[in-house]
């Protein structure tokens, strides 16, 4: 992903203005109130320990500066919509866990297991207001992520759908993806 991001980097000609770091988002070594801003992209989503990220998230931004997270969301349609395709299928999702942050579950990937949260917005979101930050705006990221296990026209009209959702801003508690964006109280 980091090798992705320094190509966009060059083809947009901005290399001079962005610095890229290979981190454990549960333990930064950046001081306390080092960035303005930081945005956190389908990174959480993977990190079994969310609350550490958070933690480590809400110490490295100043006060008055903003946190943008993109998040999974526990009500989606498409988490419904899965479950109904394995429960006529037969195929239940296996280790899966109900957590205080939402639901969680090990999927197996490339021989490896990687960790998928479903948060619970509300639980994120007062977990945050707790350490001080306050939600700002909230809307859809996708309508529907299942574009992704399919290909030709199937997946373009669901890409299509997800624009169509995100241009009519459609209540993102149904939607797949939430960006957060919160904004950290000033001391």
Not at 79 to 108: A, C, N, Q
Not at 115 to 127: G, K
Not at 139 to 144: A, H, N
Request: glycine fraction near 4%.
């Amino acid at each position: 992903m980091l090798e992705q991001a320094r190509c966009r980097v060059r083809v947009a000609n901005v290399s001079d203005r962005v610095e890229f770091h290979q981190k454990d988002l549960t333990q930064l070594d950046f001081p306390d109130s080092s960035f303005r801003y930081a945005f956190s992209w389908g990174v959480i989503i993977h990190i079994r320990e969310a609350e550490k990220a958070l933690d480590e998230l809400v110490r490295i931004v100043e006060p008055g500066g903003k946190l943008a997270l993109y998040l999974t969301n526990k009500t989606a349609a498409d988490h419904k919509i899965e479950s109904l395709m394995r429960f006529v299928r037969r195929k239940p999702l296996t280790d899966f866990h109900s957590l205080p942050f939402g639901d969680g579950i090990w999927y197996d990937m490339n021989n490896h297991k990687l960790w998928l949260w479903r948060f619970d917005a509300q639980t994120i979101v007062n977990y945050l207001a707790d350490k001080g930050l306050v939600l700002k705006h909230r809307r859809i990221g996708e309508l529907s992520e299942i574009q992704r296990r399919l290909q030709g026209l199937p997946r373009h009209l669901l890409l299509r759908l997800n624009n169509l959702a995100y241009s009519l801003n459609i209540p993102p508690y149904i939607a797949a993806t939430s960006l957060f964006v919160f904004e950290k109280k000033r001391r």
